[in-house]
């Protein structure tokens, strides 16, 4: 009876010292999965969609079995726990979980947010991208034409109050401030024409380094201007309410620097 006792608490203890050791490797492999999809798609090696389609769910997974293996590891070797394993076993599921958490979240998100990537304060004549076209032709961008009334219906039950903004400064005051607001976000210009009052930017995501356009129009407005914004992705159907908030942000930018 001891002997079958002391028998079986060995393999236990062989079993769970695999576990712990398998369990890390698996949640670097996850993370290193994780990671490998923006590095792809800023390098140009892999598509985003290789990314968000195959490699996060894999990142996904092997960030789960890590934690398993881990949780496994320690409840066969009970009776043999230490510093050292249990050090094992916290870092996997730290890694693991990490690793597991951001393509959870960005599944969660989906399921928020509408189908469209396009959001202007002038649906029926939105500011139109023309300098950056070619920038989005080389990056084999989607078509830089306002998708039309299925795109504004969207807009306005999703992110309702996105409107022009009417200032009674004058158009040439106006296109100087935001410019200077545009510059303030962190985008890069792409052009400016304060004859015609249009400016022309693009701003990338921090993870995955998407690259969206933006387009600004300031226009002579009965005692003032009137600015209208353009926010529109390159890639992509979805945008996870970015390019509403990055419209909404420059408003609020452009307001609070004309009370300035």
């Known amino acids: 009876m001891g002997a079958e006792t002391t028998g079986a608490t060995g393999a236990g203890s062989r079993l769970s010292l695999w576990l712990l050791r ?12 994780l990671i490998a999809g923006p590095l792809g798609w800023r390098s140009g090696l892999l598509h985003y969609r290789t990314a968000f389609f195959w490699l996060m769910p894999a990142a996904f997974y092997a960030g789960l079995a890590a934690c398993a293996a881990a949780v496994a590891g320690l409840a066969f070797g009970l009776q043999q726990l230490n510093r050292r394993r249990i050090a094992r076993a916290a870092a996997a599921v730290a890694i693991g979980m990490a690793a597991a958490y951001f393509p959870w979240h960005a599944q969660q998100m989906r ?5 469209i990537h396009d959001i202007t304060t002038d649906p029926q004549d939105p500011p139109k991208l023309i300098a950056v076209l070619p920038l989005r032709a080389a990056e084999g961008a989607a078509p830089a034409d306002y998708p039309g ?7 306005a039950k999703f992110y309702p109050g996105i409107e022009p903004l009417l200032t009674s400064v004058p158009p040439a005051q106006e296109f100087e401030r935001a410019l200077v607001t545009a510059r303030r976000m962190g985008w890069t210009i792409v052009a400016s024409d304060a004859a015609a009052g249009h400016i022309e930017a693009y701003d990338r995501s921090f993870w995955f380094g998407f690259t969206d356009d933006v387009a600004i129009r300031v226009a002579a407005e009965e005692g003032g201007s009137r600015v209208d914004v353009r926010s529109v992705s390159r890639q992509g159907r979805g945008d996870f309410g970015v390019n509403a908030r990055r419209v909404r942000a420059y408003l609020a930018a452009l307001r609070a620097a004309g009370t300035s």
């Open 22 to 33: 398998a369990a890390p490797v698996i949640a670097a492999a996850a993370l290193i999965v």
């Open 111 to 115: 399921g928020k947010y509408p189908p």
């Open 149 to 155: 009334a299925a795109t504004a219906a969207l807009q």
